[in-house]
């Protein structure tokens, strides 16, 4: 079983706005029955089609108080 110390699980989703979403909602079930886990969630390069989605739904959700174990990574390209 896991102790307070620091447990992070990385979460890797292929390059598309539906595999970050559902990464993102993993994220959230698995800190809402071990809250004591981070949860960070690498970003490879998407598709310049939808950047700007992706950009503005990390914005949006790196800001809300309801995810406060997760954080994003951005791989350098």
């Not at 969630?41 to 503005?56: H, K, L, Q, V, Y």
């Amino acid at each position: 079983m896991a102790t307070e110390d620091n447990n992070t699980i990385v979460l890797y989703p292929s390059p598309g706005s539906s595999h970050l979403l559902s990464m993102d909602e993993l994220g959230k079930l698995i800190l809402t029955h071990y809250p004591y886990f981070s949860i960070t969630i690498i970003i490879s390069t998407f598709p310049t089609s939808i950047a700007g989605d992706i950009s503005n739904y990390i914005s949006a959700v790196s800001a809300a108080t309801t995810t406060p174990g997760t954080t994003f990574y951005h791989l350098p390209q």
